[in-house]
């Protein structure tokens, strides 16, 4: 499913194939938690935008609409109308970040909703069955999410029952699939590599997880609090032990440096919710840095947001306009901001491609993070 | 500036010449209160809705960038990108209705901002000035909105106050239009109709507007809070002493049924925020009338809105997917049904010019007031 197309040094261009489509690796995920993108952004406006895949999540969906109600609209696909590859996190993080009275034992996780305090259990084999419902691309597997830093004796346990929890995943994927019905019949389990900051946990992990011979693979546990240096040694410890002929996964990750960094390190698929977050504080990307679109000085500013940008609200509207959105709480503010944020991550996914096309990606690298200023 | 086609009994059909471009009469205004549609509509949306003629709110732009602000961006079509005609209010509606501690007296009125509270004056001459720096196409004169109901002495005296103030607008109007800088060098002055529920002082006030020879009139006061009968009532009265080589704006009108009325009683032109503000609560235009996308029994209707319907919303998502989206409170849901309910307006109105068109309007009304089951 993953072809590896080319290298620079460790950084890698592929090619990755979904039961909806092609991807070009490597490449960021839009992330539309509830089944939309944040924002008022449609699935046309993510197609408009350069958005390859779309990411939503297990855990919001489960609550609301409920994943049985996703599966009767066809799924995700049916039921957002966007027709592109789709992976859905496994409900693991936002367990552990947004629910409450949360209980773990073996069997899984009993937690309490954030919606209506609903009493729920989710464990490897709920996770499987709600992402065959939403009839994903790709699923990920459930799994621990800890807290950093945590003692090494509790990550240790913790990565171990990850392991655990990954087996039953696989035998839970596989015996749903079989299902003549499924919506997951093409949907591919990807596994996750945890042990927080302690190389020789992380390590294990990965070997393990990798012995299952899964069709991707992913680094979680990071971006959750720790300096961009740690994550950066998490990945020079992990990836040489992740199989090269399987995509891989940075989760939750980042910056746009952060990006070009993992992507130097051998990381072909990036998921955040930076760019349509800081877009509905007014916080907007550009090839100069982070500009503040409340700042005063954009009052009377008839230029786009970024004069290199090709996007639809920079092809169209001013910073004048935007932050007289933004101050009078229109919406339209949130849209315009957000595609202007998605679409610069987007068209900075096609130049890291393009740079490895032509064998220039370190070059490309340096001097966008220069140009950045090494500011985000 | 306005050309008759043809009429049908009352009802007319007409052509309406402006500084951006001809339209069709009868047409509906979209409301873009301080130059951005609610629910996160934009310029290109409003085209592809079938939009002829966008309207703006004077007082919440005079306070909100600023109405210098607006200027020093190009006018209200430099700053939003919308290149069709503009109509704006004179602010006087949302002077009386939205702001606190207002003092009218012959020089205009004394209030404060609803938004921070400064203390401002507008009259006839500011308002036309900041209307000329909004650059619109259409102005509307300086108003004094009544209570409903209001002592036919009180009526009397503001009816003839309000003829003193248009005088004014008309002065001041046209001394902005001969700075060679301005803004405004195309823009049209209306003068509206008051009189409040009285006969007699609807009449006499309309003949008096009627003698300024402006390129149009309006009625005003109405859709605050009397009947439907009332307001046919009050049309019925005034039309016959409106010039008929004039459009004729019926203001803040109405339902769809109301509109067929109007129509049917030789009125031109709507506005009204019912089609969006109904949106946002999730009522939506139908055919068969207003459903309620709240309604649990939508959770699994994979059916548009209204299988009747071209818009983009329904023509891409189902009930199902928007009742979700309104429930999770995502801003997707706001955009896609305002589109929806400003489509369904827009379409009832070229739907209106058509059955003119044809000399069929009487029976497109009462088919079309029978379908709705005159619920709307």
Not at 48 to 63: A, D, F, I, R
């Amino acid at each position: 499913m993953f072809e590896l197309i080319k290298t620079e040094n460790r950084a890698r261009r592929g090619r990755f194939t979904t039961a909806h489509g092609t991807v070009e690796t490597p490449f960021f995920m839009n992330v539309a938690t509830a089944g939309a993108i944040k924002g008022g952004l449609s699935a046309r406006d993510l197609k408009e935008n350069g958005c390859q895949v779309m990411l939503s999540n297990t855990y919001h969906l489960h609550l609301r609409p409920g994943d049985g109600t996703v599966r009767a609209l066809g799924g995700l696909h049916g039921m957002t109308g966007w027709d592109g590859p789709i992976l859905t996190d496994s409900g693991g993080f936002q367990v552990f970040s947004l629910s409450k009275l949360r209980r773990i034992e073996e069997r899984g996780v009993h937690f309490a909703s954030h919606i209506d305090g609903a009493r729920i259990f989710m464990g490897p084999e709920e996770s499987m069955q709600i992402q065959a419902n939403l009839g994903s691309d790709i699923a990920m597997a459930f799994d621990e999410c800890i807290e950093n830093p945590s003692t090494a004796d509790y990550v240790a346990k913790s990565a171990a029952r990850t392991v655990r929890w990954l087996e039953r995943c696989v035998a839970e994927h596989e015996r749903l699939r079989a299902n003549p019905d499924a919506l997951n019949s093409g949907q591919m389990l990807f596994g996750i590599n945890q042990g927080g900051i302690y190389d020789a946990i992380r390590i294990e992990n990965m070997q393990q997880i990798a012995g299952l011979g899964l069709p991707g693979y992913a680094i979680g546990g990071l971006a959750v609090g720790e300096s961009s240096e740690e994550m950066y040694h998490v990945i020079d410890v992990v990836e040489p032990h992740m199989p090269t002929d399987r995509p891989r996964y940075l989760m939750g990750v980042g910056t746009p440096v952060n990006i070009l960094e993992a992507v130097s390190r051998g990381i072909d698929m990036f998921d955040c919710v930076m760019p349509s977050r800081n877009a509905r504080h007014g916080h907007l990307f550009t090839s100069e840095g982070i500009i503040n679109m409340n700042n005063r000085k954009y009052a009377l500013d008839t230029g786009p947001i970024d004069a290199n940008c090709g996007c639809e609200t920079c092809r169209n509207f001013s910073r004048a306009y935007l932050r007289h959105l933004l101050k009078a709480g229109e919406m339209l503010a949130f849209r315009l901001m957000v595609m202007h944020n998605l679409h610069f991550y987007n068209k900075l996914m096609a130049d890291i491609r393009q740079s490895l096309d032509e064998d220039r990606f370190e070059q490309f690298k340096t001097q966008t993070c220069d140009m950045y200023g090494r500011r985000i």
